[in-house]
């Protein structure tokens, strides 16, 4: 059983789309995040939940919005999306919420390679 | 502030070799250490990590790091690479918050 799942995989659309990245994790945690990977294998945190909680949110333009509809989610809308936009999307989940767990151990999905053209 | 310092972007090493990749992180309070894999197209997974206790910490593939304080150092070592070890990795630390920092990942590669 996959433990943190994405979909989609792949993603190509326009500049000035609006596109959703849906991610799921069956490993109970109460945390999840979303990151951002760039072409040069850069990771950023972008978001992290908890328990349906914004608690991390980086200097990430309001184009991009997460939702938590329950722990076990969280998925990524983009709006107007733009080249600069192309990137891997990693989901990932930890035990815990960081303030309590005293590390942060995170499980990582499979990633979504997003192409803006 | 917290930060992660990869020396080398690309390793290359010959199968059979020692595998050393370096990381150095900065830190106000004693850290959480981790290493993490990523083949290619896939995700990340854990090769390790060093919470308290022993310095030196053995990971999954026969990987392991040796925690040194007074060089502010996690490297990670392998005695003997596989071509299957080819991967980027990458040293993430985790401070006084609860935020994650990587480094900007090493990728190793493993010759025949």
């Known amino acids: 059983d996959t433990a943190v799942s994405q979909t989609p995989k792949y993603l190509v659309t326009q500049m000035g789309n609006d596109k959703s990245i849906k991610c799921e994790q069956n490993?109970?945690?109460?945390?999840m995040y979303w990151y951002k990977q760039d072409s040069k294998k850069f990771l950023k945190i972008m978001f992290s939940?908890?328990?349906?909680?914004?608690?991390i949110n980086e200097t990430v333009p309001n184009r991009f919005s997460p939702k938590s509809p329950d722990k076990a989610h969280l998925n990524l809308h983009i709006n107007s999306l733009e080249l600069g936009d192309s990137a891997v999307y990693f989901c990932a989940s930890s035990p815990n919420s960081p303030s309590r767990l005293p590390y942060n151990e995170q499980f990582f999905g499979p990633g979504t390679r997003l192409t803006v053209l | 502030a917290q930060s992660v310092t990869q020396l080398g972007s690309h390793v290359s090493v010959s199968e059979g070799a020692l595998v050393l990749l370096r990381c150095n992180y900065s830190s106000s309070v004693p850290p959480y250490l981790f290493w993490y894999v990523q083949y290619p197209n896939q995700g990340l997974q854990l090769l390790l990590k060093y919470t308290t206790g022993a310095t030196l910490v053995k990971g999954i593939n026969g990987f392991e790091a040796e925690f040194k304080k007074s060089e502010t150092s996690f490297h990670l070592t392998k005695p003997s690479a596989h071509m299957s070890d080819a991967a980027e990795y990458f040293c993430a630390a985790q401070g006084g918050s609860e935020k994650l920092v990587f480094g900007k990942g090493t990728k190793l590669t493993v010759n025949p």
């Open positions: 939940y908890n328990n349906k909680e914004l608690i």
């Open positions: 490993l109970g945690h109460d945390t």
